[in-house]
């Protein structure tokens, strides 16, 4: 059994940061890619940005510049640094992983950008 635990959300105000984190725990065998998606209210689940194995890394254009994802191939855990926060961040993040054994989704954390 796969299980993803996320942590780091929260409400912040607008321009201000965040770090998610997002620690796999379980019968993993090897990670390829980890993303990161969201979801707010009335929209479809988007996907935030993503990284792989080998550290190459790919943004939705509405958060380049702003957020940095990053992964730590030891611990298997990935985060997400999201700097100068704007109300249009405002929602459910969720980590995703492929890995040999399968893919996995964790629970989301919110994240409210409201001053």
């Not at 796969?2 to 620690?23: F, I």
């Not at 988007?46 to 611990?75: H, P, Q, W």
Request: aromatic fraction near 10%.
């Amino acid at each position: 059994q796969v299980r993803l635990v996320e942590s780091g959300g929260g409400l912040v105000q607008p321009g201000g940061s965040l770090r998610l984190s997002c620690a796999a725990s379980g019968n993993i065998f090897r990670i390829y890619t980890m993303d990161w998606h969201r979801q707010a209210p009335g929209k479809q689940r988007e996907l935030v940005a993503s990284i792989t194995s080998d550290g190459s890394t790919n943004y939705a254009d509405s958060v380049k510049g702003r957020f940095t994802i990053s992964r730590d191939n030891v611990k298997d855990t990935m985060y997400l640094q999201m700097n100068s926060l704007k109300p249009e961040d405002t929602a459910v993040y969720y980590c995703y992983i492929r890995t040999m054994a399968g893919d996995y989704w964790g629970q989301g954390t919110q994240i409210t950008v409201s001053s």
